[in-house]
C-alpha cells in the first residue's frame, strides 16, 4: 500500500484507494477475478445504450411470474420487500421500464436500476453498487427455463433485488457492499466477500416479529426454495455473524444447506459497516474453512436442520426438499 502526503492535520490517503467512486478505477494488477468478454457494443461500463423491447410474449411471461410468486410470498416474503412491490407497482403489467423504475427507486432511495447484457465483472459490479446503480439483466427467460435459470434474468434482478432497495437501510447496505468490494480485491479475498453477497442479498432470512421471512433475491425470485427455506426441516438457520458467513463455502446449484438469519436491517447493516475487514481478510486464507452444511460450536442456532433433503443426494436424485 502507498501512502501519499497529505496536508497537516489531514487523514492520509491512499494510492490504491478508489476514492468518491465518480469515475471506474482501474482494476489492481494481480487481482483474480473471473474474465468475462465484454460485448463489443457496450463500453467500459459494461451498460447497455437502452433497455431491449420485449415482444407481448416476453410481458407475459414477467406477468405469469409476477403473478406465480405473489401467491407464495405473502407471510413469506420480508414485510420491505412486499412494501417495495407495492410502491414501485412491479405488477402494473409487463417488464418494468427501467426509466420510469429508476425514477420512483431514484425518488425513494436515490438508486437507478440500469441494464447490463449478462454477468459483468466484479470491479465493475462494484462501482456501480457504489454509486446506487442496480445493473439489471436485460434479456427474460423463456417458457422452456421458466422454473430455473442460471445466467440472472430481468425477472430475478428486478423483481428479486430491486423491490428491496426502496428500503432505505437495505439501499445504504447495497451501497456499502459495493465499496467494501474494493477492499476485498485488494486483498484477493473476493470468495469471502462473495459469500456474504450470497447470504444476505441472494439467500438471506431476517426474524420478524410474525416470524421467519426471506429477502434474499434467489429465494423470492423461484418457486422452489421459500418453502424449503422458510418451513423444511433440512436445513439450518443459524444467526448471521460476519466473520462466520465469509469463512463458508456456498452451493450455486441447489437448495440451501444453512440459511443465515438477521434481527433487522439496521442489524446487518451496523454489522457489515462497523467491522474492519482489512483485520478480518487479514486473517482469512484464500480458501473456505468451514462447509456449507456446517454447524460449529460459536453458532447462535435458530434451527438445527436434519439436512435430509442434501444427505440423500439434493437436486437430481429424487430426495424431497423437506
Ligand atoms: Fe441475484
Same mark, same amino acid.
Not at 46 to 51: F, S
Not at 222 to 237: D, H, M, T, V, Y
Given at each position: 500500500?502507498? %501512502?501519499?502526503?497529505?496536508?497537516?492535520?489531514?487523514?492520509? =490517503?491512499?494510492?490504491?484507494?478508489?476514492?468518491?467512486?465518480?469515475?471506474?478505477?482501474?482494476?489492481?494488477?494481480?487481482?483474480?477475478?473471473? &474474465?468475462?468478454?465484454? &460485448? *463489443?457494443?457496450?463500453?467500459?461500463?459494461?451498460?447497455? &445504450?437502452?433497455?431491449?423491447?420485449?415482444? =407481448?410474449?416476453?410481458?407475459?411471461?414477467?406477468?405469469?411470474?409476477?403473478? +406465480?410468486?405473489?401467491?407464495?410470498?405473502?407471510? =413469506?416474503?420480508?414485510?420491505?420487500?412486499?412494501?417495495?412491490?407495492?410502491?414501485?407497482?412491479?405488477?402494473?403489467?409487463? *417488464? @418494468?421500464?427501467?426509466?420510469?423504475?429508476?425514477?420512483? /427507486?431514484?425518488?425513494?432511495?436515490?438508486?437507478?436500476? !440500469?441494464?447490463?447484457?449478462? %454477468?459483468? @465483472?466484479?470491479?465493475?459490479?462494484?462501482?456501480?453498487?457504489?454509486?446506487?446503480?442496480?445493473?439489471?439483466?436485460?434479456? $427474460?427467460?423463456?417458457?422452456?427455463?421458466?422454473?430455473?435459470?442460471?445466467?440472472?434474468?430481468?425477472?430475478?434482478?428486478?423483481?428479486?433485488?430491486?423491490?428491496?432497495?426502496?428500503? @432505505? !437501510?437495505?439501499?445504504?447496505?447495497?451501497?456499502?457492499?459495493?465499496?467494501?468490494?474494493?477492499?476485498?480485491?485488494?486483498?484477493?479475498?473476493?470468495?469471502? /466477500?462473495?459469500?456474504?453477497?450470497?447470504?444476505?442479498?441472494?439467500?438471506?432470512?431476517?426474524?420478524?416479529?410474525?416470524?421467519?421471512?426471506?429477502?434474499?433475491?434467489?429465494?423470492?425470485?423461484? &418457486?422452489?426454495?421459500?418453502?424449503?427455506?422458510?418451513?423444511? +426441516?433440512? @436445513?439450518? +438457520?443459524?444467526?448471521?455473524?460476519?466473520?462466520? *458467513?465469509?469463512?463458508?463455502?456456498?452451493?450455486?446449484?441447489?437448495?440451501?444447506?444453512?440459511?443465515? *438469519? $438477521?434481527?433487522?436491517?439496521?442489524?446487518?447493516?451496523?454489522?457489515?459497516?462497523?467491522?474492519?475487514?482489512?483485520?478480518?481478510?487479514?486473517?482469512?486464507?484464500?480458501?473456505?474453512?468451514?462447509?456449507?452444511?456446517?454447524?460449529?460450536?460459536?453458532?447462535?442456532? $435458530?434451527?438445527?436442520?436434519?439436512?435430509?433433503?442434501?444427505?440423500?443426494?439434493?437436486?437430481?436424485?429424487?430426495?424431497?426438499?423437506?
Amino acid at each position: 500500500m502507498t %501512502l501519499i502526503l497529505a496536508p497537516p492535520g489531514a487523514e492520509p =490517503r491512499t494510492l490504491d484507494e478508489p476514492g468518491d467512486f465518480a469515475k471506474l478505477p482501474d482494476l489492481p494488477a494481480g487481482v483474480f477475478t473471473a &474474465p468475462l468478454q465484454r &460485448p *463489443v457494443h457496450v463500453g467500459a461500463d459494461w451498460l447497455e &445504450p437502452a433497455q431491449r423491447d420485449y415482444s =407481448r410474449a416476453d410481458h407475459a411471461i414477467w406477468d405469469d411470474l409476477y403473478a +406465480r410468486q405473489m401467491d407464495l410470498l405473502p407471510g =413469506r416474503a420480508a414485510s420491505a420487500f412486499l412494501a417495495g412491490t407495492q410502491k414501485l407497482a412491479l405488477g402494473r403489467g409487463g *417488464v @418494468p421500464e427501467f426509466a420510469r423504475l429508476s425514477a420512483e /427507486l431514484g425518488a425513494l432511495t436515490g438508486w437507478s436500476v !440500469v441494464p447490463v447484457p449478462m %454477468l459483468i @465483472p466484479d470491479h465493475v459490479f462494484f462501482w456501480h453498487l457504489a454509486n446506487r446503480r442496480f445493473p439489471a439483466g436485460n434479456f $427474460i427467460r423463456t417458457r422452456e427455463t421458466f422454473d430455473y435459470i442460471e445466467e440472472p434474468d430481468v425477472f430475478h434482478d428486478v423483481f428479486g433485488h430491486v423491490p428491496m432497495l426502496a428500503d @432505505p !437501510v437495505y439501499a445504504d447496505y447495497m451501497q456499502e457492499y459495493g465499496r467494501a468490494g474494493w477492499k476485498a480485491m485488494r486483498h484477493n479475498r473476493l470468495k469471502a /466477500l462473495g459469500s456474504l453477497y450470497w447470504y444476505t442479498v441472494e439467500f438471506g432470512l431476517v426474524m420478524e416479529r410474525e416470524g421467519l421471512r426471506a429477502y434474499g433475491a434467489g429465494i423470492l425470485s423461484g &418457486p422452489s426454495e421459500i418453502r424449503f427455506a422458510l418451513e423444511a +426441516r433440512s @436445513p439450518n +438457520r443459524i444467526h448471521l455473524n460476519v466473520d462466520r *458467513v465469509v469463512r463458508t463455502d456456498y452451493v450455486i446449484d441447489d437448495l440451501q444447506p444453512t440459511y443465515f *438469519v $438477521i434481527e433487522s436491517f439496521t442489524d446487518l447493516y451496523r454489522q457489515t459497516v462497523e467491522r474492519d475487514f482489512d483485520t478480518l481478510y487479514q486473517g482469512l486464507g484464500p480458501g473456505f474453512t468451514y462447509a456449507n452444511t456446517a454447524v460449529i460450536d460459536v453458532d447462535n442456532v $435458530i434451527q438445527r436442520g436434519t439436512l435430509e433433503y442434501h444427505l440423500r443426494g439434493g437436486r437430481g436424485s429424487g430426495a424431497t426438499p423437506v
